[in-house]
């Protein structure tokens, strides 16, 4: 049961006999010579162009006797290819995909400023990311899509960028998971407001498009232990894909991105009472990348929310062992039935 201010938070057990997993041993292997060739089959690619005038591109992966239909965002810094093993999980539980790279990421369009740093992800209102999403279900998702059902699902930033949406526009979806949401910023050692006043300082000296503290280039010595991911098999492949990628090397955030991304925060929490759609948060038992806090409060607001804390898990939930991995999608696919 709900108060004003905090959700119930439920620890997931429960399994499926039915789902079809991925292994963490031979992960690589797996995606490269089963998964990749078999969705190639079945992806049709496009692009659309924004209300803001620039190209977001998308990938659509077809199963014609879908039983319902996912629209999947990204968190920061990623990209679709990198969701591979979760495409196939969609499409071996009978289900259609689509995908969308956000501005700013992947074989997107991108600030003009940041053109000489792929690594740099900017964005001068997270609105454009919400906005987007919009358009591409309004115009390419309903028109092509086989099953009735529509489902959204976020990751990240894309769980806020998902939360937007339904608060925006409450019926364009009929039920939405959430995985990690970027719902609060996790600003370390730095007091949020403070971390709100620089960022807004930053920009108005016109250093939006710079690197904020501890942010930098893509290099290819990456640290697993102090990632967001517990599974090293999966972390290693995505790692590979940024070095052989020029366009998933997305690394950092500029104060442009992240002045937006904590406007956009404090505006989802302030406006969870708008979504009406069944919505289930998948919260990681240790998150350093968004605030958990923020979470509850959210999920508190909205009328029906269920909050399951994944134990085992970190930020990237659905990239961790496979123990972890078989509840977080238990808990999703028991959710949309």
Not at 91 to 112: D, L
Not at 116 to 139: A, G, H, M, P, Q
Request: proline share 2%.
């Amino acid at each position: 049961m709900k108060n004003m201010e905090f959700a119930m938070v439920r620890v997931a057990n429960k399994s499926l006999d039915n789902l079809v997993l991925i292994k963490e041993n031979g992960y690589s292997n797996t995606v490269e010579k089963e998964i990749r060739p078999y969705l190639d089959t079945i992806c049709d690619k496009g692009t659309m162009v924004s209300s803001y005038g620039h190209e977001i591109y998308y990938e659509h992966f077809n199963n014609p006797s879908a039983k319902g239909c996912v629209v999947i965002l990204h968190g920061f810094t990623e990209g679709i290819l990198k969701y591979s093993e979760i495409i196939y999980t969609f499409i071996k539980q009978g289900y259609e995909v689509f995908m969308i790279e956000h501005f700013g990421h992947g074989a997107s369009t991108r600030n003009k400023e940041v053109l000489d740093d792929l690594s740099k992800v900017s964005v001068d209102d997270f609105e454009i990311y919400v906005d987007d999403v919009i358009r591409f279900t309004n115009t390419v998702v309903k028109k092509s899509k086989k099953a009735e059902k529509l489902y959204l699902f976020g990751h990240s930033m894309g769980g806020g960028i998902a939360a937007r949406v339904i608060e925006k526009e409450s019926k364009l979806f009929d039920k939405c998971v959430l995985s990690s949401p970027m719902i609060g910023v996790n600003m370390g050692a730095l007091p949020y407001p403070i971390g709100r006043a620089l960022a807004a300082i930053m920009v108005k000296l016109g250093r939006k498009y710079d690197y904020v503290l501890g942010h930098h280039k893509f290099s290819d010595d990456g640290d697993f232990e102090h990632s967001p991911d517990k599974s090293r098999e999966r972390y290693n492949y995505f790692e590979k894909i940024k070095r052989e990628n020029d366009r998933y090397k997305s690394n950092g955030a500029t104060w442009s991105w992240v002045n937006s991304a904590l406007k956009a925060t404090s505006q989802i929490v302030k406006e969870a009472r708008k979504i009406i759609i069944p919505t289930l948060l998948l919260q990681a038992e240790v998150d350093h990348s968004v605030r958990k806090d923020s979470q509850v409060k959210f999920a508190a607001k909205v009328p029906s929310c269920d909050i399951v804390e994944i134990k085992g898990s970190k930020h990237e939930i659905m990239f961790s062992s496979d123990s972890v991995n078989l509840m977080f999608w238990s808990e999703f696919f028991s959710f949309l039935g």
